[in-house]
C-alpha cells in the first residue's frame, strides 16, 4: 500500500499548473475554477452583503452577474467588481465561522476591497497573504478566503478569461 505521504506528493505531480490569461485594467472577466471549469465566482446578487459563491458562467453581456471588472488588470493591485459592487474581506478570517467573502459598495479606500489577480499560479491574492478559494466545487456553494498555500493551492486557481 503506498504511503499517503506518495499519494500526496503524486497529487501535487499531476495538478495543472496554470498560468491565467493576462486580463487588461478594466475588463470584465469570469474566472474559471480549475476544479470545474463551468465553475466561476461571482456574487449570490447584485446588493450589497451578497455573498461570493460558485456559480455557472453566464453570457458575458451587461447584464451578466458572473462577468467582473478588474479594475487594475492582472498582477496590479486592484478592485473586482460588478454593478459598483465590489468583493469585499472586510470582517472575513479565514478558517473561521466568518469566512465567506461577499460583495460591498465600491470604495477605493477600502484597503480589503484590494485584491491581485496573479497569472502563476492563477491566484486571486489579498496584502494578507489570503487567496479565494473553493472548497468544494458544486453551483452555490460559498466561495471562501483561505490561506495562500501550497496545501490549498488546488482550491485556489482560477483562470480567468475576458468576456467577449
Ligand atoms: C461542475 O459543476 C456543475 C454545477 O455544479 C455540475 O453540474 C457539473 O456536473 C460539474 N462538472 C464536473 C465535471 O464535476
Known amino acids: 500500500m503506498k504511503s499517503f505521504a506518495t499519494l500526496l506528493s503524486a497529487a501535487i505531480a499531476v495538478m495543472p499548473f496554470v498560468t491565467a490569461d493576462f486580463i487588461p485594467a478594466g475588463s470584465a472577466a469570469h474566472f474559471f475554477s480549475s476544479q470545474n471549469t463551468s465553475l466561476v465566482f461571482a456574487p449570490s446578487a447584485a446588493a450589497s452583503g451578497a455573498d ?57 479606500e477600502d484597503a480589503a476591497q484590494i485584491w491581485t489577480v496573479n497569472e502563476t499560479p492563477a491566484t486571486v491574492s489579498n496584502a494578507d497573504g489570503n487567496c479565494i478559494s473553493l472548497g468544494r466545487p458544486a453551483r452555490g456553494v460559498p466561495v471562501i478566503l483561505d490561506v495562500c498555500n501550497d496545501v490549498l493551492l488546488p482550491h485556489e486557481i482560477w483562470n480567468p478569461k475576458v468576456v467577449a
Open 52 to 108: 461570493l459563491q460558485a456559480a455557472l458562467a453566464e453570457d458575458g453581456s451587461s447584464s451578466d452577474i458572473t462577468a467582473l471588472i478588474v479594475t487594475a488588470g492582472t498582477g496590479v493591485p486592484g478592485q473586482i467588481s460588478y454593478g459598483g459592487l465590489c468583493i469585499s474581506a472586510n470582517g472575513v478570517v479565514p478558517e473561521s465561522s466568518n469566512q465567506v467573502l461577499y460583495v460591498a459598495d465600491c470604495d477605493p
